[in-house]
């Protein structure tokens, strides 16, 4: 059963270039609908400005949506009043793409960390010192650092920082913006390392959003590829990568670098002037869906 369902998604933003020109719509996010099992890792792919972490956003209500509707285990959440949410947002967290941006300079990582659970009133104060305690062991720090600033840590740690940050209210459904992508690469094995290994301990379900094909093959499930704001092919990541029907899919797969020349593709060409956005995603293969 699907602990989450995006249904219809639409998010519009108001573009007022010029004083003197008319106000229009840009739609960021088109129509989007998919759902994702429990314990499952759901991966959403396309270049930057497809719509990944606007959908991401949405369902969280970091902005709002201008239609659609996300239910998290059959409740409606664009539906709900503050209180409810306030609440509900002790299951749902996130995972930002900065770890630069994301941590407040002024505040220490113990008091990052427990924010949330100050907020949301739990435990006592010895109670929650010891859940600090609890999730830097979690995610590989010494708890003695806990009185160190965000600029006292790399970006590698800074991102283990936020995941602590994430799990410290148990959420049981975590959306992943790029977790990686502002990190060396000598860094980002590990964090994703450090991903996989919660994630299976824990029992998160996972949104992992990404335009990096080669990580999303090896973390992902089930993959949906967005372009300008739809999903244009979604299924199996196995199947997708190897049977891939839409001519962007094509184009990104072959845009991969390969350090094998056997694995490496013929380099696909995309026609933007060519793709309709009008064509509806339609079954290719049981679970695969492509917009051809």
């Known amino acids: 059963m699907p602990i989450v369902e995006v249904r219809n998604l639409v998010k519009t933003f108001s573009r007022h270039p010029a004083p003197w020109s008319p106000v229009s719509g840009v739609r960021a996010v088109d129509d989007v609908s998919f759902s994702i099992d429990e314990g499952e890792i759901f991966g959403l792919v396309g270049e930057s400005g497809s719509g990944k972490t606007t959908t991401g956003r949405c369902m969280l209500r970091l902005i709002e949506p201008s239609s659609g509707d996300f239910l998290f285990r059959g409740e409606s959440v664009f539906g709900l009043r503050a209180d409810r949410l ?7 967290q996130m995972v930002f793409q900065d770890p630069y941006a994301s941590l407040n300079p002024r505040m220490r990582a113990g008091a990052i960390v427990e924010e949330g659970l100050t907020i ?6 010895a109670e929650r010192r010891a859940r600090v305690a609890e999730l830097f ?9 806990r009185d160190r600033y965000p600029s006292e840590f790399s970006g590698g740690q800074r991102q283990r920082l936020g995941l602590a940050r994430a799990l410290a209210l148990k959420p049981s459904f975590v959306v992943a913006d790029e977790p990686v992508s502002a ?24 949104l992992f959003i990404s335009h990096d094909l080669r990580l999303v093959r090896h973390v992902c499930s089930r993959v949906a590829v967005m372009y300008c704001g739809r999903i244009v092919e979604m ?18 797969l072959s845009a991969v670098p390969s350090i094998h020349a056997a694995d490496r593709m013929t380099r696909a060409a995309f026609d933007r002037s060519r793709s309709d956005a009008r064509v509806p995603l339609r079954e ?3 679970g695969h869906w492509a917009a051809v």
């Open 86 to 92: 306030r609440a509900l947002r002790r299951e749902i």
């Open 120 to 125: 949301h009133g739990v435990g006592t104060h």
């Open 137 to 145: 062991a979690l995610v590989g720090f010494d708890p003695a650092q």
């Open 183 to 206: 990190l060396d690469v000598s860094i980002q094995a590990q964090i994703i390392n450090l991903f996989l290994d919660l994630q299976e301990r824990l029992a998160l379900t996972l």
């Open 235 to 252: 299924g199996p990541t196995s199947e997708v990568f190897r049977n891939a029907a839409h001519p962007y899919t094509r184009a990104l």
């Open 284 to 286: 290719q293969a049981p």
